[in-house]
């Protein structure tokens, strides 16, 4: 069967075939050229392209090492796998993948992108305790979350905004141990040039434009989405009036929240309380 006669949209298994078809040609890359770079056969490279045999986990991930793309492969997998997450979320994730600039603004707990494996694991832990998930899932989850991480690291990473409720600072995920070294991540972090990372102080009270988490995605094309949760779903919201509302407020979020230097000091503090 030639790549022209698959449609993506017939499976997940589908459509991971043709995005590594894609990838592959869009780099002059050969089957046997990207088998070599992934440490697999060229049969099997054909035979996934084709949707004649499924991706492993692993194969997704050393698709998303070799193109950079930051876990796009690995939640295509996800979905061809039926491994549960939010609904709305893996439009999300592609996208966060792909962007140029992320602003973010977070109620309760750190960005998911700032996360250590031990705070992430708390999370995650705590769902398996309310029966939310499996273990499995959460598993998932944070193997998940620490393939989205790796967007901090590359070579052309995002321009990155974080403002954060104050409530994030102070709620003990995990314990004091896991608070500490959270803390002292968020410090490091912010010392990267190409991270800003503010606190919204108690104090704003109701002046504070969001009520739940959102981020603001800017693309390669200049195009921004925002992205909101509730308890059940996720949404991605591409309407131009709608995601230039969000901007607004956050511009204003921006400007009413805590200084970079202020926002650190009361990160240092909120540490020391712990030690």
């Known amino acids: 069967m030639s790549d022209s006669e698959i449609d993506p949209a017939s499976s997940p298994m589908a459509r991971f075939g043709a995005e590594l078809s894609r990838s592959r040609r869009a780099r002059g890359w050969s089957q046997v050229e990207l088998g070599k770079r992934m440490g697999y056969s060229n049969t099997l490279v054909s035979y996934i392209e084709r949707a004649k045999r499924p991706p492993t986990s692993k194969f997704a991930v050393k698709a ?68 939310s998930i499996t273990q499995d899932q959460a598993d998932e989850r944070v193997a998940f979350l620490a393939h989205r991480q790796r967007l901090l690291e590359r070579t052309s990473a995002p321009v990155i905004h974080a403002v954060m409720d104050q409530s994030c600072l102070v709620r003990p995920v995990g314990g004091r141990e896991v608070m500490l070294e959270q803390l002292d991540y968020l410090e490091a972090l912010s010392r990267r040039p190409h991270i800003t990372i503010q606190v919204a102080p108690f104090s704003l009270a109701e002046h504070v434009p969001f009520t739940m988490p959102i981020v603001l995605l800017t693309l390669p094309d200049h195009t921004v989405f925002g992205y909101a949760e509730s308890q059940a779903r996720g949404h991605l919201e591409r309407g131009r009036e709608a995601v230039a509302a969000w901007e607004r407020d956050y511009d204003q979020l921006q400007v009413e929240s805590l200084s970079k230097v202020a926002s650190l000091a009361m990160i240092r503090a909120v540490r020391k309380e712990l030690e």
């Open 64 to 131: 998303d090492e070799v193109f950079e793309t930051a876990g796009t492969f690995y939640e295509l997998w996800r979905r061809y796998s039926r491994a549960s997450l939010l609904e709305g979320f893996p439009e999300f994730a592609e996208a966060e993948a792909r962007c140029r600039r992320l602003r973010t603004f977070e109620l309760s707990v750190m960005p998911g992108l700032f996360q250590t494996p031990a705070y992430a694991t708390g999370l995650a832990l705590a769902a398996v305790q309310r029966g």
